[in-house]
């Protein structure tokens, strides 16, 4: 027989957190390869070839639940592929490849990288951040518990809650932060709330249910928090706090539909008032954000700066790429700055004209929005001087290395846009006011690792 999960609850608060303990569902260490094997990005920063790498290093890596059917002639995104998964996700259960906890928890979990960049021997590790993993409570578009900063896609947002309800299961986790630092009356001596003081003791003198090392070099260890004192806690310290959806929300905005869709069908209260989500003090573990790049495909760096003069200050670097960066870097601690560059010429752009903004910036939106410098390069620079889509093919998206952005540039004879990081501050700004940051324009890292510990609705 089966029953709904433990993690129902009365109705939500209207405002604050709730993050409830759940039966996890993980990986037997004894029936895979290494857990690092059977784990995975997020679905939506898989490249082409990843899934067939991923599956080559183990065959049941949690890639056949996020993405099933790739490679196949069938949709990733179908019923039928949707029912692929379920399939393999209950097979794998009913075989031991996976487990269900035996007991409710909130789990702690911490990535790291190798100290001193793992150049000195015996260094250790170095923590890039720590949270908890948790079944969020859901509150409704609007609210102020939960900011969403991007707009969603009705394909993606189908194809996700088309999974989850057909396999009864959340995957992976959204990643969301709060920010302890500005309603935090209880710290004392260090940054961090209650909840992430109970994170960082687990982390220190407890041993953690599992440990994995990924190829990207970034270690994953998990804490099951079992106590309910340690449940309650937690729940009073985040009751007034509010989150900014870093990453995954097509899956938050999935997890809503299905919400409805459930509560349409005259169900009143269930494992879809929740969704798994990975929550982060970022006053105590601040963001890392990477740059967003854009290329232009045939329309070289000489013509694309002769364009832009009047528009922006235009001034040729002679510099090798990194030092440009620097460049870039410097000028844009004082407004919006892009380097145009193929890695042969290279122009810095800066002090973009304030009559020239005011001609194409909406007038619906912030003096914060206007001001950023994504704003001012789609707005002013793609589509006001350059006359194109922030879209591809005409515009072409490349996140972090700006070197690789040079190189896409270089193969298309074309323009690469390299930009500096959105902040933190900023886009929580935005998030408050209610509005979007541009598209593509965020990219928080590092992201949960999918497959670590998963969530289904369902428990024998």
Request: proline share 9%.
């Amino acid at each position: 027989m089966q029953t709904l999960s433990s993690d129902q609850r009365p109705a939500p608060r209207a405002h604050g957190l709730t993050l409830a303990p759940f039966r996890g569902v993980r990986y037997a260490s004894d029936r895979v390869s290494g857990i690092a094997n059977v784990t995975s990005p997020p679905y939506d920063v898989i490249g082409p070839g990843t899934v067939e790498r991923l599956l080559e290093s183990e065959p049941h890596n949690v890639v056949r639940l996020i993405l099933p059917g790739a490679g196949s002639p069938q949709s990733p995104h179908g019923p039928e592929t949707s029912q692929l998964a379920a399939r393999d996700l209950y097979g794998w259960l009913a075989s031991g490849v996976l487990v269900r906890d035996p007991e409710p928890a909130l789990y702690a979990y911490e990535q790291s990288v190798p100290a001193n960049g793992g150049n000195t021997p015996g260094s250790g590790w170095e923590v890039v951040q720590r949270g908890l993993i948790g079944a969020l409570r859901l509150v409704p578009a609007g609210s102020p518990s939960v900011l969403p900063h991007e707009d969603v896609m009705p394909g993606p947002v189908e194809g996700r809650r088309e999974l989850m309800e057909t396999a009864q299961a959340n995957l992976e986790p959204i990643f969301l932060l709060y920010d302890s630092g500005e309603d935090d009356g209880q710290v004392t001596g260090s940054p961090g709330s209650q909840a992430t003081r109970l994170v960082d003791e687990a982390a220190t003198t407890r041993e953690p249910i599992l440990s994995a090392v990924t190829d990207d070099g970034i270690r994953h260890r998990v804490w099951a928090l079992t106590d309910p004192a340690e449940h309650a806690a937690i729940s009073a310290d985040l009751a007034g706090r509010s989150a900014l959806i870093a990453d995954g929300h097509h899956r938050y905005a999935a997890y809503l539909k299905m919400q409805d869709r459930e509560r349409g069908d005259g169900q009143s209260c269930g494992p879809w008032d929740f969704g798994l989500a990975f929550l982060v003090d970022s006053a105590a573990y601040p963001p890392r954000i990477g740059a967003i790049h854009r290329v232009v495909p045939g329309l070289d760096p000489a013509r694309a700066a002769e364009m832009a003069k009047g528009a922006l200050c235009v001034r040729p670097v002679k510099n090798e790429l990194d030092d440009a960066v620097q460049l870039l870097a410097a000028a844009g601690r004082d407004g919006p700055a892009f380097l145009l560059t193929d890695g042969a010429d290279q122009y810095l752009l800066t002090d973009p004209q304030p009559d020239r903004l005011a001609e194409v910036m909406p007038p619906d939106h912030s003096a914060r929005w206007r001001s950023l410098a994504a704003s001012v390069l789609r707005e002013l620079l793609i589509q006001g001087t350059w006359k194109l889509r922030d879209a591809e093919p005409e515009v072409v998206v490349v996140p972090g290395d700006a070197a690789a952005a040079v190189q896409a540039a270089r193969e298309t004879h074309g323009t690469a846009v390299i930009c500096n990081p959105v902040s933190a501050v900023d886009v929580r700004a935005v998030a408050e006011n209610g509005e979007r940051m541009p598209r593509k324009s965020t990219s928080f890292g590092p992201k949960p690792r999918t497959g670590l510990v998963m969530r289904t609705f369902v428990t024998p």
